[in-house]
Nanobody, 129 residues
Framework: QLQLVESGGGLVQPGGSLRLSCAAS????????IGWFRQAPGKEREGVSC????????NYADSVKGRFTISRDNAKNTVYLQMNSLSPDDTAVYYC??????????????????????WGQGTQVTVSS
């Protein structure tokens, strides 16, 4: 059974930090490009970041570049998203997803959402004072 489970979300004050985790079961994350997406209230879901399996290279959306860092621990079958300098604009449900067939990231941020076959259920991040 292929499954991704996000954790680490919660309420944080502006300027604070959170680290999100994406744990996989039923498949090996080391073989797949993994993306982080988010969806804010009233907005479409957008790609945030992607990490390749082949060489570990990373892509970021302009809105998070320099603040967010994606990484992976293949031994734990887990991908992380470290989020620093958070602002209310970062409030959203955050999802991780595994690329359907590619082991490296292409295009802006994550590339098309339609390229990702396996999705977690999301974790809520709320940035507010």
């Amino acid at each position: 059974q292929l499954q991704l489970v996000e954790s680490g979300g919660g309420l944080v004050q502006p300027g604070g930090s959170l680290r999100l985790s994406c744990a996989a079961s039923g498949f090996t994350l080391a073989y797949s490009a993994i993306g982080w997406f988010r969806q804010a209230p009233g907005k479409e879901r957008e790609g945030v970041s992607c990490i390749s399996a082949s060489d570990g290279s990373t892509n970021y959306a302009d809105s998070v570049k320099g603040r967010f860092t994606i990484s992976r621990d293949n031994a734990k079958n887990t991908v992380y998203l470290q989020m620093n300098s958070l602002s209310p604009d970062d409030t959203a449900v955050y999802y991780c997803a595994a690329h359907t067939y590619r082991d490296y990231c292409v295009g802006y941020a994550t590339g098309p959402e339609s390229d990702y076959a396996y999705w977690g259920q999301g974790t809520q991040v709320t940035v507010s004072s």
